[in-house]
């Protein structure tokens, strides 16, 4: 069975030595360096997502971020391809849970962020795992900013949130998942029903 985390994490790394350290990514003010370190700490200094959820604390977690940042890049990449087994992001128990979206998204924001790129065409089960992941955001989303929807990727059962349905939002499984992780802008998806309420999902700030 296809790890597919870690086969997004391996062609992501790829994709970060050919593109250099300063590349851009789809992610506001981020070199694909800054990108690179994100993703080691997030696995190696738990201590450093606090900020996340105690405001005071960011500057913290961005200091962490910053020093890894700083690493050789080679390096920086290495530590990318081989998390600890220790990692509670990444041990080998949750590893296809926790990171088959999160390295797809990434792999994407490096992809996305140049010229001429496409929707990959991406393997049924890892759409399944992607699928899945989206009913729980967009439904966290959806919520927050008091939309009802019908959510439709293709080859799967629509999901409905809330009573009708003020707009239907429609594509694949993996640009769903751009979609509501707040890439709306990069994301090939349709979203039909109240024109304002359209535009405000796709100007919201989705994921986290």
Not at 86 to 111: G, K, Q, Y
Not at 133 to 139: D, I, M, N, Q, W
Not at 176 to 182: D, K, R, T
Request: glycine share 6%; aromatic share 6%.
């Amino acid at each position: 069975m296809t790890n597919y985390a870690r086969r997004e994490r391996e062609q992501l790394a790829d994709l970060l030595l050919s593109t250099g350290p300063d590349a851009p990514t789809l992610c506001t003010g981020w070199t694909t360096r800054d990108l690179a370190a994100h993703i080691v700490v997030r696995e190696r200094r738990p201590d450093s997502a606090a900020g996340l959820v105690i405001p005071p604390l960011r500057e913290y977690g961005e200091k962490i971020r910053l020093s890894r940042a700083a690493l050789d890049y080679a390096e920086l990449i290495d530590q990318l391809r081989k998390p600890p087994v220790w990692s509670p992001v990444s041990n080998p128990l949750v590893d296809p849970l926790a990171n088959t979206m999160e390295f797809f998204i990434h792999h994407e924001d490096v992809r996305r962020a140049g010229t001429g790129w496409e929707p990959r065409t991406l393997d049924l089960p890892e759409q399944v795992a992607l699928w899945r992941a989206v009913k729980l955001t967009s439904r966290a989303a959806l919520r927050r900013l008091k939309i009802s929807a019908e959510i439709t990727a293709t080859g799967f059962e629509p999901l409905r949130t809330g009573a009708e349905p003020q707009v239907r939002i429609s594509g694949d499984a993996g640009e769903l998942a751009m979609f509501f992780s707040g890439r709306q802008r990069a994301a090939r998806v349709t979203v039909d029903g109240d024109p304002a309420l359209a535009e405000r999902l796709r100007k919201a700030r989705l994921g986290v």
